[in-house]
């Protein structure tokens, strides 16, 4: 079927080609209806794994992100699925409102607003925990905890001879499991790109979605020799690191346009130092100072609160850089309490 899933993959770059679609307006003699033709992009360069990164992280409760997925990535090969693999015309079209365009080739799919809303609903009831069940299977891998998971959600045992699983014998036997993968080799005509062509001379193509993130993580473990997933410490989303030095952090923009790499570390040590014990106590003291230095008359009070502000600064920062010991700023602060006998 031309509407499978395709994607190319540049070994070499370690970068995954994959076709997605965008509406755009096509105009019709109808009666107040608004008509989408469905064309395919012109497929952009992404890190080897991003689709499968992509998918991991797409949380399924917030309906919106769900089906911005879908629309882009899944829509027309799930709407063959639909019609048992077999679109009912090679261009979906109401007939009463229009004759089929002169202009459009085969397996051009243009859909009416009603149409299209009506066939994400399908789709969403047909495949919604199919596809949820095969995020929670990736997930698992990603964990390197997928023998639990098979035994519990799966109700069978993974073919792992050690006992500790790993990335090459979770992958391996998920390969087992393609169906309908094919390999192809017009490259040029499928994603219009005569360069590309030259670069990749095949691609990957299916109809079933785990075929294509199945080839992903083959070829991330046959040719990433650093190959890992981990869950960023600061975002909480699944990366792959681009490298086999240890990182904590994904490198997806967090906020003001930095990256969780580039403000993780920070922020991290900063929620760290919000649950310290003594540094609540100095700040719980800073404000008992403050509050009684604005009603209070009496000099000594005032002193003791200007002191405290000028030498907890050092106090503080030394603290935290581990130049004094918990025990010596702890003496301090005691030092600063009022005496009110």
Not at 19 to 42: C, M, R, S, V
Not at 305 to 329: A, S, V, W
Request: glycine residues 2%.
């Amino acid at each position: 079927m031309e509407n499978y899933l395709k994607i190319a993959i540049d070994t070499d770059k370690l970068e995954e080609y994959f076709i997605t679609y965008t509406q755009k307006p096509y105009i019709l003699n109808n009666k107040g209806k608004n008509f989408f033709h469905f064309e395919a992009d012109k497929p952009i360069s992404k890190p080897l794994g991003s689709l499968f990164v992509e998918f991991i992280n797409l949380d399924f409760k917030n309906n919106d992100t769900f089906k911005d997925f879908v629309m882009k990535y899944l829509f027309i090969p799930l709407l063959q699925e639909l019609f048992s693999n077999s679109l009912p015309k090679s261009v979906f079209y109401e007939k009463k409102y229009y004759k089929e365009p002169s202009d459009l080739q085969l397996f051009t799919v243009i859909l009416s607003t009603d149409e299209i809303e009506e066939y994400y609903n399908k789709i969403y009831k047909n495949f919604f925990n199919e596809l949820k069940l095969l995020q929670n299977e990736y997930l698992a891998i990603a964990n390197l905890n997928h023998k639990n998971y098979a035994l519990e959600a799966l109700g069978s045992t993974v073919t792992l001879n050690n006992k500790n699983e790993n990335y090459y014998g979770l992958i391996n036997g998920l390969c087992l499991s393609i169906e309908n993968l094919k390999i192809n080799f017009d490259t040029e005509n499928t994603f219009n790109n005569r360069k590309l062509a030259g670069l990749i001379p095949f691609y990957f193509s299916s109809s079933k979605f785990e075929d294509i993130i199945i080839i992903i993580l083959k070829e991330l473990l046959t040719y990433k020799s650093s190959f890992r997933i981990q869950r960023c410490q600061n975002c909480g989303k699944y990366f792959i690191p681009k490298t086999a030095h240890p990182t904590l952090f994904c490198d997806e923009i967090y906020q003001n346009n930095s990256t969780c790499k580039q403000i993780g570390s920070e922020l991290r040590h900063q929620k760290t130092l919000e649950k310290d014990s003594i540094l609540q106590e100095y700040r719980k003291r800073y404000q008992n100072l403050a509050s009684e230095a604005s009603k209070s008359d009496n000099p000594i009070i005032k002193q003791m609160y200007e002191d405290y502000k000028k030498e907890g600064l050092i106090m503080r920062k030394n603290y935290i850089k581990n130049k004094i010991t918990e025990e010596k700023f702890k003496k301090w602060i005691n030092k600063f309490y009022i005496d009110k006998t």
